[in-house]
């Protein structure tokens, strides 16, 4: 009986040795597996404030600016306007005002500009705006 104690000790001794020796692997694929989940939660953090910076560019480029919405109201209107009556037309439209402080000065400043550039012209009695050159269509006649 002797021999079967000791081969049982020595079974015992190896069966704690393999658990020990898995044991220490599991510790190391834990700590392999937390660093992983770091670098995954890192990286998706890049990737995701990629995709959003990407996707309000691509927003951004999308968006019509101010001068091109004014110039679309003034050729659907086809008559000379006023600048609340051009804020009033793109807020009708749906024009976002949202990022804007003071969105009449805005569509204001738009005309004045267009107009000193000899875009539009600037009827001062009406204080209306319009283009130099109206057809039935609304668009200008260029030369």
Same mark, same amino acid.
């Given at each position: 009986? @002797? $021999?079967?104690?000791? /081969?049982?000790?020595? !079974?015992?001794?190896?069966?704690? @040795?393999? +658990?020990?020796? *898995?044991?220490?692997?599991? /510790?190391?694929?834990? =700590?392999?597996?937390?660093?992983?989940?770091?670098?995954?939660?890192?990286?998706?953090? %890049?990737?995701?404030?990629?995709?959003?910076?990407? !996707?309000?560019?691509?927003?951004?480029?999308? %968006?019509?600016?101010? &001068? /091109?919405?004014? !110039?679309?109201? +003034?050729?659907?209107?086809?008559?000379?306007?006023?600048?609340? #009556? =051009?804020? /009033?037309?793109?807020?009708?439209?749906?024009?976002?005002?949202?990022?804007?402080?003071?969105? &009449?000065?805005?569509? #204001?400043?738009?005309?004045?500009?267009?107009?000193?550039?000899?875009? +539009?012209?600037? %009827?001062? @009695?009406?204080?209306? $705006?319009? *283009?130099? *050159?109206?057809? #039935?269509?609304?668009?200008? !006649?260029?030369?």
């Amino acid at each position: 009986m @002797a $021999y079967v104690s000791t /081969d049982i000790k020595s !079974r015992l001794q190896r069966s704690k @040795a393999q +658990l020990a020796e *898995f044991i220490r692997q599991r /510790d190391q694929l834990n =700590v392999a597996i937390i660093q992983l989940q770091n670098e995954i939660r890192a990286l998706s953090t %890049v990737v995701w404030r990629e995709e959003i910076t990407k !996707r309000q560019t691509e927003l951004k480029q999308v %968006v019509v600016g101010i &001068s /091109d919405a004014v !110039r679309a109201v +003034l050729r659907l209107q086809n008559k000379p306007m006023s600048a609340g #009556h =051009v804020k /009033d037309a793109l807020d009708m439209m749906g024009y976002d005002f949202r990022d804007l402080a003071n969105p &009449s000065a805005v569509v #204001h400043n738009t005309l004045k500009r267009m107009a000193g550039t000899g875009e +539009l012209v600037f %009827v001062p @009695a009406a204080k209306t $705006y319009e *283009f130099p *050159f109206r057809t #039935h269509l609304g668009y200008t !006649r260029l030369g």
